[in-house]
């Protein structure tokens, strides 16, 4: 089992991610340079990091999805390719057309980097098998424009077809507005392509892999991609 | 020959045009001495950014010689390079220093105090250090007006919005409000950074014949003057209109050249390199030669310019971001040329190192500067200045406030809710919630006395580090209140079970020509220098930032610390919240009730005053040990100092994190004991079954021990004084600021 990161020029969680699945997990993986036309042959899946792609003053991602590699990136996915996108990721996933929706400012309007709640609400997923059904765990978010928005037709779309794999709740598993860090619709924290190929999701799971850090809820993110490869 | 003759000047300069850009007659004289001639335009600007308060220390400098400023882990010695360096084993060093934002801050918050950040970071960088961890220590006034507000507000965003998208993890800092920041708030920025021993770079030029080449972001007309003009002078009715002053900040630009320069010094191509901080070319080109007596041959045609028609004088004196000088080895220069493409940072030679010790200066083909590089430089020919000094007249009035008497009496529950929402105590969660203070995962923890930062290069080892400086004691009391500012520093880092190995420092004074500041300015450095040998934490470096006044007053005196230090085993990092039911709670340490300065005392007189606690370097250093043999003996399970707000804070903070009461019974319950301010005390928690051992250990090492109560339950407890419930003590503490700012 093989991760791919993606390094934009203003990515800053890649070496995060890195270290996460590889120091903390054992797998093994390579850093893929934004400039990169080709993703190797044996990359299982990519991971798109956080940060600030290439800035970001425009809007976020906006510019990341132009780059060369992301065009590898767009046909690993077509071909079926498992991706994580995280929370700049994430950004760049539905800037690129691959998930639906956007992200927008939060509704403070200010950055937020806090521990959240999220459930885990499909555990069926490629990223989320290790999870027990209903799980409550807790990761950290870190963003400025997380507010995920879709139109009424597509947020019905992801509720009716189970495409909503993480929300924002307490720790008992409630989700109402009041545990909602940045006012996304529905509570939305993570979202999963019609394929279930593809994740997107504000919350940061590399960053909670490592008990010293407080928590190692994030670590079933990865063994559940992993889990897909073991034959 | 007359030089002159053969040097172009945009304007005819005389004694009027000096004094315009800040120099005194004096020091204008001094420049005609030292060429031999009039100066250039360009040449006098240059002496003015140069010879100004913020780059030549010129009113400090012979103070700061009297602080210890090597040995123990020190790899460099204060001042020889761009920030500090220590060594923390196993071939790996960390570099650290903090600077002042606050002039630019105040007139334009969001940039000034980003710029701070990318200032601040930019030194640790320049050495080969990767950021791993930044600190901010600010100061305001009352947050009882829109203008604090909008200044909060602003400088919080600012850090924010720098320090995030580069991606380093803002894990701490302070942060006090008081009147006499009204108009002149502080923003210190911190950063920490770690190298391989090998693998640094230095700030000095070398290699006769090698290419200077100047490194990321253009040169604009932003900044000029930053620090001759508005760092080195008070504010005034014309300050807001030096607004254009302030650079504006590019966090993505200086990420990229963060990792352009460290790929750069891996490499082996840099033979010397410095960041473009105050004063721009100016002060990389001639710092960098005076370092090695050589000399620089610059065409600023070839400077990359946001500008086109942009003077010598402008290109010399912009401060424009995100900008670093490199010297690089003439034959690696196609090596260099290839990371920095790779990494989209532009990269221009500028000109070549000479023998001569003169830096030469060409634009539009005429030769505008020919200057000495020694005699620009702290350290040559830069002016050195002692100053006059007297006490100040209000310690008079301060000292012979009786606080004794206020210290007898029996405190009501309203005192308590006061302190506990008064914003220079409450949470810090709106500001601290908008900094990403996870990213690189390192960060053990953020709450706490200090903040832990995990070295993933040495595994199970790890930095803790901490800002501090109550600048109310160091008004009533500089001396006191300097060695206080280091010993709480040391105590904070102690009590995460961290060894206090060295500081950086940032002081904030007002104007050294006024001799009351300067008393105070004298007073705090020897009180600094007394604590940081009594605790062998060296100072490596740091910053002096003077004429932080408006034209009602001066800021109190604020030697702001900033402390490193090391954990050697990450299993016995320590914390403050309770822990188990039934836990034995005792202070440790030296207590006498006082009340000069305290918060206790700002609510109840409405002022700052009375006179300093008492700060005995042997108590501290006693305590500290011995708390640091507990730690190491793992016979105590939390550790927290008493600070502000005294022992009813120091509880309140420890069952606000816990979410866990206790039940405390004092001897008596008066106002000095409760929210007393005396230095040199931790209130820790352990097992009952430790609790001999524990009294035996500080009964040998003469050092006080009073056991208090227990934890456990719902509610705070303080036997006859208080019974409320952590849940609503938890409500208050954590929304006062939220409360205040959004309304």
Redesign the interface.
């Known amino acids: 089992m093989k991760f791919g990161i993606v390094v934009f020029?203003?990515s800053?969680?890649d070496?995060?991610a890195y270290?996460?699945v590889t120091?903390n997990l054992g797998y093994s993986a390579e850093y893929l340079w934004h400039k990169d036309t080709t993703i190797p042959k044996d990359i299982d899946c990519i991971i798109l990091p956080?940060?600030?792609s290439?800035?970001?003053?425009l809007r976020c991602g906006a510019i990341a999805r132009f780059s060369p590699l992301m065009n590898e990136v767009i046909k690993f996915a077509n071909n079926g390719g498992y991706i994580i996108g995280i929370c700049n990721g994430f950004q760049i996933l539905t800037e690129s057309g691959l998930l639906p929706g956007t992200l927008l400012r939060n509704e403070n309007l200010?950055?937020?980097?806090?521990d959240v709640f999220l459930k885990v609400e499909n555990n069926s997923t490629p990223f989320t098998n290790k999870f027990k059904s209903d799980s409550i765990i807790r990761i950290?978010i870190?963003h400025?424009e997380g507010n995920y928005y879709a139109d009424d037709s597509t947020v019905e779309k992801l509720e009716n077809e189970n495409q909503i794999v993480f929300r924002y709740t307490n720790e008992k598993g409630v989700a109402d507005k009041s545990f909602n860090p940045n006012g996304s619709i529905n509570n939305i924290a993570g979202i999963i392509s019609s394929n279930g190929r593809i994740l997107g999701m504000m919350p940061?799971p590399?960053?909670y892999?490592?008990d010293?850090?407080?928590c190692s809820d994030g670590t079933s993110v990865f063994h559940s991609i992993a889990n897909n490869f073991i034959k | 020959m007359d030089k002159s003759k053969e040097l172009f000047s945009e304007l005819e300069v005389t004694v009027e045009t000096a004094k315009e850009l800040g120099l005194t007659e004096k020091e204008y004289t001094l420049i005609l001495e030292i060429l031999g001639r009039t100066p250039t335009y360009t040449e006098l600007g240059v002496y003015s950014v140069m010879w100004s308060e913020h780059c030549s220390y010129k009113n400090s400098i012979k103070q700061l010689k009297t602080l210890p400023r090597s040995g123990g882990r020190l790899l460099v010695e204060a001042g020889e390079e761009n920030a500090g360096l220590v060594d923390i084993g196993h071939g790996y060093a960390i570099a650290f220093k903090i600077e002042s934002h606050n002039h630019p801050s105040a007139i334009e918050p969001f940039q000034g105090a980003a710029t701070g950040v990318g200032g601040i970071l930019r030194d640790i960088f320049t050495m080969g250090a990767r950021p791993i961890a930044a600190l901010n220590s600010l100061r305001f006034g009352e947050l009882d007006n829109s203008r604090t507000k909008y200044l909060l507000s602003g400088v919080v965003h600012g850090i924010s919005h720098y320090g995030n998208c580069f991606g380093v993890p803002t894990v701490g800092g302070e942060i006090y409000f008081d009147n006499c920041y009204n108009d002149n708030p502080l923003v210190n920025a911190m950063a920490v950074g770690i190298v391989k021993t090998d693998k640094t770079a230095s700030a000095a030029s070398s290699g006769v014949g090698n290419p200077v080449m100047i490194l990321g972001s253009s040169t604009g007309r932003d900044g000029i003057h930053g620090a001759s003009l508005l760092a080195s002078r008070e504010f005034d009715e014309k300050t807001a209109d030096m607004r254009p002053t302030v650079q504006v900040g590019d966090p993505f630009a200086e990420k990229l050249l963060l990792e352009a320069t460290i790929e750069l010094i891996e490499a082996g191509v840099i033979a010397g390199i410095q960041d473009m901080g105050a004063a721009g070319i100016s002060c990389s080109t001639t710092e960098m030669s005076a370092r090695n007596k050589l000399g620089m041959d610059i065409n600023l045609d070839v400077v990359p310019l946001r500008e086109q028609d942009m003077s010598a004088y402008e290109i010399m004196l912009s401060e424009s971001q995100e900008r670093m000088l490199a010297v690089i080895h003439h034959d690696k220069v196609d090596k260099a040329v290839e990371i920095c493409n790779k990494w989209d940072v532009p990269i221009t030679k500028i000109g070549t190192v000479t023998d001569d010790g003169i830096i030469h200066i060409t634009r539009h083909g005429k030769k505008v500067v020919e200057l000495d590089a020694d005699y620009l430089v702290l350290g040559g020919g830069a002016p050195q200045y002692d100053r006059e000094f007297k006490e100040p007249e209000y310690l008079k009035e301060t000292s012979a406030y009786d606080t004794d008497s206020v210290a007898k009496h029996t405190p009501v529950v309203g005192d308590f809710l006061e302190l506990i929402k008064s914003p220079t105590i409450a949470s810090k969660r709106w500001i601290y919630e908008q900094y990403d203070s996870q990213v690189r995962t390192n960060t053990v923890s953020i709450k706490g006395d200090a903040a832990v930062v995990r070295i993933k290069e040495i595994p199970g080892k790890a930095i803790a580090v901490k800002t501090d400086c109550n600048s109310r004691y160091t008004y009533l009391n500089p001396y006191n209140g300097a060695a206080a500012a280091v010993a709480e520093a040391a105590r904070n880092v102690v009590c995460t079970g961290a060894k206090p190995v060295a500081i950086t420092n940032c002081l904030n004074f007002g104007n050294p020509y006024d001799p009351e500041v300067y008393y105070q300015f004298r007073e705090a450095i020897k009180g600094m220098g007394d604590a940081c040998r009594k605790f062998d934490t060296p100072v490596t470096g740091g910053n002096v930032s003077f004429h932080n006044e408006s034209q009602k007053f001066a800021v109190y005196p604020t030697p702001t610390i900033g402390m490193l230090g090391i954990i050697e085993d990450v299993n016995k990092i320590m914390t403050y919240d309770f822990k188990n039911d039934g836990d034995v709670i005792a202070m440790v340490g030296f207590e006498n009730c006082e009340l000069g300065g305290s918060e206790y005392l700002k609510h109840f007189a409405g002022k700052i005053t009375g006179k300093a606690p008492v700060m005995n370097l042997d108590n501290e250093k006693n305590l500290q040990d011995n708390l640091l043999e507990l730690i190491d003996k793992c016979l105590i399970k939390s550790a927290h100092d008493i600070s502000e707000g005294g022992l009813a804070i120091c509880l309140a903070e420890k069952s606000i994190a816990s979410g866990k009461g206790c039940k405390v019974l004092l001897t008596e319950n008066t106002v000095g004991r409760i929210f007393g301010e005396s230095q040199s005390r931790v209130i820790v928690t352990f097992d009952a079954s430790n609790q001999n051992v524990i009294e035996n250990l500080c009964k040998k090492s003469n050092l006080p021990i009073e056991i208090i109560g227990n934890v456990g339950g719902e509610s705070l407890v303080i036997d006859g004084y208080l019974d409320m419930p952590v849940n609503e003590i938890r409500e208050i503490y954590e929304n006062a600021i939220s409360n205040i700012m959004t309304n």
Request: hydrophobic fraction near 20%; charge should be negative.
């Open positions: 020029p203003g800053n969680c070496h995060d270290y996460s120091g956080g940060g600030f290439y800035g970001d003053y200010k950055f937020i980097c806090k950290p870190a400025g940061h590399e960053r892999c490592d010293l850090l407080g």
